[in-house]
T-cell receptor, first 110, second 115 residues
């Protein structure tokens, strides 16, 4: 059984701080890793994807992947109230079917 | 931009009715998915299709069926709706990208209430 684990939160950070969201996965042959943001009542939207070890930056977002530790994280710099949402981690391996974590709720307070 | 369109956004149906949820994607993706999402349970895969007329059961296929007659269209069918099928239903699609990728794109969701 492939598993993707996320702390459900809520993670509460002040505006302007760095939010750190973490995800661990069980399937060692996982190849592709994704972070989605989901606002309440809306569908998930893709923020970032990462395929190789290390960091990948896109604006205020940085994804970090460590395949040896089976760990992927998302850093949000200069957090804004508009970043308040649930963040889903998704992992795909040999099949095309992604496994999703249950998400971490992030609250950015002014 | 990838566009996954779910034509019915909000539906209210009666117990026992047959319900069709339609989904169309415009990016020629091979893979299409139907999920349901419930509070505290996350995304649960109902059915998956990797080609026209091909389908695979997901984690919770009971009470559902699917149809994929054309590559761009994937329909979810509730043969006899029940109250425990009240949920948000998400359609998604992804390309086949060898060596990685397979980014999945979601539609806007269909909120179904069964009374």
């Amino acid at each position: 059984q492939k598993e993707v684990e996320q702390n459900s939160g809520p993670l509460s950070v002040p505006e302007g701080a760095i939010a750190s969201l973490n995800c661990t996965y069980s399937d060692r042959v996982s190849q592709s890793f994704f972070w989605y943001r989901q606002y309440s009542g809306k569908s998930p939207e893709l923020i970032m994807s990462i395929y190789s070890n290390g960091d990948k930056e896109d604006g205020r977002f940085t994804a970090q992947l460590n395949k040896a530790s089976q760990y992927v994280s998302l850093l949000i710099r200069d957090s804004q109230p508009s970043d308040s949402a649930t963040y889903l981690c998704a992992v795909t391996g040999g099949s095309y079917i992604p496994t999703f974590g249950r998400g971490t709720s992030l609250i950015v307070h002014p | 931009d990838v566009k996954v369109t779910q034509s019915s956004r909000y539906l209210v149906k009666r117990t026992g009715e047959k319900v069709f949820l339609e989904c169309v994607q415009d990016m020629d993706h091979e893979n299409m998915f139907w999920y349901r999402q419930d509070p505290g349970l996350g995304l649960r895969l109902i059915y998956f299709s990797y080609d026209v007329k091909m389908k695979e059961k997901g984690d919770i296929p009971e009470g559902y069926s699917v149809s994929r007659e054309k590559k761009e269209r994937f329909s979810l069918i509730l043969e006899s709706a029940s109250t425990n099928q009240t949920s948000m239903y998400l359609c998604a699609s992804s390309p086949v990208e060898y060596g990685g990728g397979n980014t999945i794109y979601f539609g806007e969701g269909s909120w179904l209430t069964v009374v």
